[in-house]
């Protein structure tokens, strides 16, 4: 018997048709069966291709509407080929699309099959899930990190560059002389690294591949009290206690580091004096140690202060924030100053209808942004840093309501300032005033106000539209030889720009002979994509 014959029918739809919001459909293909009478060995395999490519709409239409690029995508994928493809043939379109977006990304490429299925469970049970919660790191991320005497940045194409103070070989170049100019990582070449994390003198980077290279000193020998003796490692070294986990995300803190796995689970090294970090260790311990207490809780996106970490969980109905550490200053959200040895949940924000999308954890202080745009900071409130208006600490996420008129969309922090990055480009600042770049009012009375948001002009009299703000986040009463802090503006246009202290090279320009900061944003001479 004759199988039976496929033929292809392609009404012509006008090319505005998503645009006009008119309901023209695509009758995608059609089937011609010469007998009904007989089955045949194609006929179950074109009943699953039916009902993977129309879900629940009639069978032969699919509304243009919905993603022309998701139709183009289906016809040239999908029927160039037989329909027996992985993970099942019962996937709906948009969990479909969800998961080819998954394998787009390397670490989920590299994932066995169990292992996948494995992460779906862990984010809700859907592609659509996993693909928020891969994401939600993707939009946290910076490429461009400020660390106390040093810096770090990341092409678009993987490629590292650093520049500042070299005395340990934290900028991983084989030596310890200190740059000027960003100087490209050469021994990285052919390693696709994704994102760095800056420390005193030390740095880590993580590659596609989920490894972890290190350089710098190796410990951290009770914090930067004592400059005790310690191993410099002056080129990239791969770190082999990490070699079974596949990380995405390195932080370091002024007395500990951490990693985060791709299946969200977070390991740290370093300072589990008194179980502070979940665990009981010496803090030149070098192993990592699981932080336990999230078992059922994917963890998107860490963020780690001097002495403490948040973390930012994947939930299908929104983010939350855990965090664990020292409570001092009540910059672990609680309403309380105490030790959290292990993850707590941050309850506040519950009560404020804040739903969490990104979080920064300052060295002292730290900051929230919700989904609605609007800000929260708690902790330390020194100098002013959380915006308030006063030098108060809070113990809970408090909202900013000086920014009530703005919609942020992205927030960083610092050792006494933050920066939050408007919808239209606009940069606010408030805290430590003396390394920013405002224009002052010759006619005031007193300085300028740094304890309420306040438009960096500076950055606004760039005429480029500033996307992300990373300025140091150390404690520079422990590293006062490497200067004054730093920032960098990253622009849409990927131009990036620099200012605050450079004595040691950390702003990618030498400056004048005498002159320890720049008091205007200079143009940092990279490209970052």
């Known amino acids: 018997m004759t199988p039976p014959l496929l033929t292809a029918r392609i009404m012509q739809c006008p090319i505005d048709a998503a645009a006009s919001g008119t309901s023209s459909v695509m009758q995608f293909h059609s089937i011609a069966d010469e007998s009904t009478s007989n089955s045949s060995p194609l006929q179950p395999l074109l009943e699953r291709s039916q009902r993977h490519c129309y879900g629940d709409g009639n069978p032969g239409e699919f509304p243009l509407a919905v993603s022309p690029s998701i139709v183009l995508h289906v016809t040239c994928t999908f029927f160039s080929k037989p329909a027996n493809f992985a993970p099942n043939f019962a996937l709906s379109l948009p969990e479909l699309a969800a998961f080819d977006m998954c394998q787009k990304r390397t670490m989920f490429k590299l994932m066995k099959q169990e292992e996948k299925e494995c992460l779906k469970e862990r984010c809700g049970g859907s592609w659509k899930h996993v693909l928020r919660y891969i994401l939600i790191r993707e939009k946290n991320g910076c490429r461009v990190i400020a660390g106390p005497g040093h810096s770090i940045v990341i092409t678009s194409n993987g490629d590292v560059y650093s520049f500042g103070a070299n005395c340990s070989g934290q900028l991983g170049l084989g030596d310890s002389e200190d740059r000027f100019k960003p100087c490209l990582i050469r021994s990285l070449q052919g390693i696709k690294i994704t994102q760095a994390a800056v420390g005193s003198r030390q740095t880590m980077l993580v590659s596609d591949t989920g490894s972890v290279y290190a350089f710098g000193k190796d410990t951290f020998w009770g914090g930067e009290l004592v400059e005790a003796a310690h191993a410099q490692i ?296």
């Open 234 to 529: 002056t080129a990239p070294k791969i770190v082999e206690s990490l070699k079974g986990v596949f990380v995405v995300q390195a932080v370091i803190g002024g007395y500990f580091s951490a990693v985060l796995s791709r299946e969200g689970r977070v390991y740290t090294f370093s300072w589990g004096k008194a179980e502070r970090l979940g665990h009981s260790s010496d803090p030149s311990d070098v192993e990592p140690h699981l932080l336990s207490g999230l078992d059922d809780v994917p963890i998107a996106y860490i963020s780690g202060g001097n002495c403490y970490l948040l973390m930012l969980a994947y939930q299908p109905n929104g983010m939350s924030v855990y965090s664990v550490g020292c409570g001092l200053g009540g910059k672990l959200g609680h309403g309380c100053k105490n030790n959290k040895g292990m993850p707590k949940l941050i309850e506040h924000f519950q009560s404020l209808s804040f739903k969490p999308v990104s979080i920064a954890a300052g060295t002292w202080h730290a900051a929230a942004l919700g989904a609605d745009g609007r800000v929260c900071t708690w902790g330390w409130g020194h100098t002013g840093c959380l915006g308030h208006g006063d030098e108060e600490y809070k113990d809970v996420p408090t909202v900013v309501n000086g920014l009530s008129n703005v919609k942020a969309v992205h927030l960083s922090t610092g050792e006494y300032t933050t920066f939050v990055v408007a919808d239209n480009g606009d940069v606010y600042s408030f805290g430590s005033g003396e390394f920013l770049v405002y224009q002052e009012d010759d006619e005031a009375e007193d300085g300028p106000d740094f304890s309420t948001p306040t438009i960096v002009n500076s950055l606004k009299a760039l005429n480029k539209k500033v996307v992300q703000i990373s300025p140091t986040n150390a404690s520079y009463w422990l590293n006062s030889e490497m200067g004054h802090p730093h920032t960098f503006a990253v622009m849409e246009s990927g131009d990036l720009h620099a200012f605050g202290g450079g004595i040691r090279g950390q702003l990618g320009v030498k400056l004048l002979e005498g002159v320890d900061k720049a008091s205007v944003p200079m143009h940092v001479p990279i490209v970052l994509s």
